[in-house]
Nanobody
Framework: QVQLVESGGGSVQAGGSLRLSCAASGNIFSRHVMGWYRQAPGKQRELVARVNTGGSTNYADSVKGRFTISRDNAKNTVYLQMNSLKPEDTAVYYC?????????WGQGTKVTVSS
């Protein structure tokens, strides 16, 4: 069973930066498109960025130009560099496969952006 452990969240002021990491156990990581999702209070979970096995990326319009997703298959890790953070980026961030997430979701990492 794949396990996912997210880290790197925190509290920052608007305009600040954070780098999130997601470590995956198991040897299937490299075969999956991986995504970063987020869930803000009272809202549904949404995909914000994804990276395919070869490194090509895709972003939600709301984060395009500010966030950068990357992966290191040798380390079974996916990253999310978040710059120019806005209060509306406040959420719990999760990583998982895309388009079909693994049944297991990690605990997520909380990002709080104050104005």
């Amino acid at each position: 069973q794949v396990q996912l452990v997210e880290s790197g969240g925190g509290s920052v002021q608007a305009g600040g930066s954070l780098r999130l990491s997601c470590a995956a156990s198991g040897n299937i990581f490299s075969r999956h498109v991986m995504g970063w999702y987020r869930q803000a209070p009272g809202k549904q979970r949404e995909l914000v960025a994804r990276v395919n096995t070869g490194g090509s990326t895709n972003y939600a319009d709301s984060v395009k130009g500010r966030f950068t997703i990357s992966r290191d298959n040798a380390k079974n890790t996916v990253y999310l560099q978040m710059n120019s953070l806005k209060p509306e980026d406040t959420a719990v961030y999760y990583c998982n496969a895309f388009p079909t997430p693994f049944s297991y979701w990690g605990q997520g990492t909380k990002v709080t952006v104050s104005s």
